[in-house]
């Protein structure tokens, strides 16, 4: 195993990985996953948490596999690698609501960075107004950490720590297999219309998640991260696995017949450019702040990081409520209450920038 170490450290190894989402998430499109969400963790964690009755939107519940697959897959490639590290750091409460905002983020714009990317790739001109907030979050969240601002670091931790959060995946996945319902009319529920209904199968969704987890674990993917990095090191390692995506997935559509250009009627989208644009500055600087996007949370959380899984479980709740509580958007336009959740969202994170800056530095 140590002589692959090298390539998937170098610049091939994270152009694989791009290459390797960008060709898949269309497929998993064309097989029957929504259009323009081949993969997207914010709006698969939300149909997770339709699944689990933390939310009743019909239209958008089921136990996405490809989910398992990230954590799952990750786990694999930390234990072949000897990379499991069980550790945990500080102000769980924090990372919490981090991951709590970040969805509310990701669900006002509809979709997480690789999702933007996606749908970018797929011809969805709303895209790039998201792209561009993820970028200032980002930047905003660069400037937190040049003052100074820091949760803690990590810290070894009991190895059930490292544990949970992949045992949770397999319970998780036996669900999604089996379909069991505890109570009449209860959970586990699974949409019959709407995106929550259009899925791959399973089997395949599974495969495709477990290749994504273990190369996104040992190539460090992260969308949030290639910008950080060029920001701040002007270093465009990261990058060129994100270049590597859009390419491959604009490729994969033309191939597919799945391309359509515009800004209006693109498939689970809206046209508010600015909610579009203040949705992904939220999500962007919550992702900075906690040090990761939401596919390498569930990728850290797989290889036995007890703060990333906070983090994830943040988002999921977060889901619940965004539906619950009229958050989230829809092809017609934010949420009654969506505009509102992301001004206490930006007001939240930059409150936690400022305030978590290390004292040596303030």
């Known amino acids: 195993m140590s002589a692959l170490t090298p390539f998937f450290a170098s610049r091939r190894g994270i152009v694989f990985a791009g290459i390797f989402i960008g060709v ?47 954590v799952l897959g990750s786990l694999a490639a930390a234990l072949m690698f000897k990379e499991f590290k069980a550790r945990t750091g500080s102000a769980p409460i924090i990372r919490f609501f981090l991951g709590f905002f970040a969805m509310v983020g990701a669900l006002v714009f509809l979709g997480c960075p690789w999702r933007a990317l996606l749908r970018l790739a797929g011809g969805d001109g709303n895209a790039i107004l998201g792209l561009a907030g ?14 100074g601002y820091s949760l803690g ?57 477990l290749g994504v987890g273990f190369l996104a674990q040992r190539t460090r993917f992260c969308t949030m991260g290639a910008i950080r990095d060029v920001i701040l090191m002007k270093d465009f390692h990261l990058l060129s696995g994100i ?14 017949g799945q391309f359509k250009t515009g800004f209006v009627n693109q498939p689970i989208a809206h046209d508010h450019h600015l909610w579009n ?33 906070i983090f994830v479980l943040g988002m999921i709740v977060g889901a619940g409520f965004a539906h619950n509580f009229a958050l989230a958007s829809s092809p017609k336009g934010p949420g009654a209450f969506g505009p509102a959740a992301v001004v206490i969202g930006l007001i939240f994170c930059i409150a936690i920038g400022w305030a978590m800056r290390e004292r040596s530095k303030i």
């Open 24 to 70: 898949f998430a269309p497929i998993l499109q064309k097989l029957g996953n929504p259009a323009n969400m081949g993969i997207c963790v914010a709006c698969m964690e939300r149909d997770i948490a339709g699944a689990l009755g933390l939310h009743r939107a019909d239209v958008v519940q089921y136990l996405r596999p490809e989910i398992m697959g990230f």
């Open 134 to 147: 993820l970028a200032l979050g980002i930047w905003i969240g660069v400037l937190f950490m040049r003052g």
């Open 153 to 209: 670091r990590s810290s070894p931790a009991g190895s059930a720590t490292g544990w949970v959060m992949a045992v949770l995946m397999m319970v998780l996945l036996l669900l999604a297999i089996f379909k069991p319902q505890f109570t009449p009319g209860g959970p586990i529920f699974i949409s019959v219309k709407g995106p929550g209904a259009a899925r791959a199968p399973l089997a395949i969704a599974l495969i495709v998640g």
């Open 243 to 256: 270049l590597a995506l859009v390419i491959a997935a604009f490729a994969t559509n033309l191939i597919l």
């Open 277 to 309: 644009f203040l949705g992904m500055t939220l999500a962007g600087l919550a992702f900075t702040l906690a040090g990761g996007c939401p596919g390498r949370q569930l990728i850290l959380s797989g290889e036995g990081d007890g703060d990333a899984a």
